[in-house]
């Protein structure tokens, strides 16, 4: 049975689990449940912390986890990356009281708060700078002012939990962070399924059904708009000047392309939304 690690709160718990029962599986029906047998497809899902999911997969007593990327690299664990989900998506920045720092040499003998101990280590090592960490569990931005630190660490997404603080981020983006499905190279083969399965989520999430019909000499043209995955299907009409295509778009671009395609002189173009993908 493939054992898979879930955020069980936070900002990724509800995306992973609307995910996976898009992709199929049972998902939980209470949000206390820690654990969920799905019988149908051979599967547990463990419900844990998301900060811990990189341990659990990286000892190999699971199998493979939904986590955060800063979360996978700050648990210095054995897990690696899979691929990225296209959700969570947040950075990892430097900030401090407004005006105070410009350049992150000027952290040097500098007091850090961080929730992201092991991560954070690692940068500073990596571009000399001796810098003390402050560990912290959460609303790190109120270390300043509470005077336990100089500057912070922190997931920024927004920036408003920052301008509330009256902080301003200065420096380079220490990580770019998303949602990431991880494993182990021992354990990844058996997951094949459910990563199959996911990304097939990914691009039903991402991509619509376009068809429309289009002079036949003008095909060409249109195709280019719209060239699909592998290349579109060209369908003959009745009237033997026209002729049907049907492509996947990218949901994010549909009115473009059919202001465009109508441009071209396509006509009857309608846009149908995909309940499921397997590539
Ligand atoms: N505001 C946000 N927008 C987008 N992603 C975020 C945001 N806050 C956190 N994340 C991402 O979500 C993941 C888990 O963070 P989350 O805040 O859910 O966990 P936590 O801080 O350990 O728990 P909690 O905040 O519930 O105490 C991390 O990868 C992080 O980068
Ligand atoms: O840039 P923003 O959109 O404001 O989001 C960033 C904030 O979101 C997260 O906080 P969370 O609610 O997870 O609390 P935490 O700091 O206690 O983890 C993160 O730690 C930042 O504080
Ligand atoms: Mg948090």
Redesign the pocket.
């Known amino acids: 049975m493939l054992r898979i690690a879930v955020p069980n709160k ?2 990724l718990s509800v995306t992973a689990d609307e995910m996976l029962q898009e992709a199929g599986y049972r998902g939980r029906h209470d949000s206390r449940e820690l654990v969920a047998i799905d019988p149908r497809n051979n599967v547990e899902f463990f419900y844990l912390r998301p900060r811990d999911i990189a341990t659990y997969v990286g000892s190999g007593v699971l199998d493979i986890g939904v986590t955060g990327r800063d979360l996978l690299l700050d648990a210095e664990s054995e897990a690696t990356e899979v691929r990225a989900l296209d959700f969570g998506d ?1 950075t990892f920045r430097f900030a401090g009281p407004a005006g105070q720092f410009t350049d992150v040499s000027q952290l040097q003998g500098k007091r850090v708060a961080t ?1 992201y101990e092991g991560l954070l280590r690692t940068w500073f090592d990596e571009h000399g700078i001796d810098a003390t960490l402050v560990k912290l ?5 109120s270390a300043i002012r509470l005077g336990v630190a100089d500057a912070v660490a ?9 301008r509330k603080a009256g902080l301003e981020v200065f420096g380079p983006v220490i990580l770019e962070s998303t949602a990431v499905l991880i494993s182990t190279p021992e354990k990844v083969d058996a997951a094949a399924t459910l990563i199959g399965r996911l990304e097939g989520v990914l691009v039903a999430r991402k991509y619509a059904l376009m068809d429309y019909d289009i002079p036949t000499d003008r095909v060409e043209q249109a195709v280019a708009v719209t060239p699909g995955f592998q290349s579109p299907t060209i369908s003959p009409l009745r009237d033997t000047e026209w002729v049907a295509v049907r492509s996947m778009v990218p949901v994010g671009d549909v009115n473009a392309i059919m202001d465009e395609l109508h441009g071209l002189g396509a006509r009857a173009i309608i846009v149908t939304a995909l309940q499921a993908a397997r590539m």
Do not use: I
Not at 154 to 160: A, L, M, N
């Open positions: 936070g900002m947040s929730s569990d959460g609303a790190v931005e922190d997931v920024v997404s927004t920036g408003g939990t920052l």
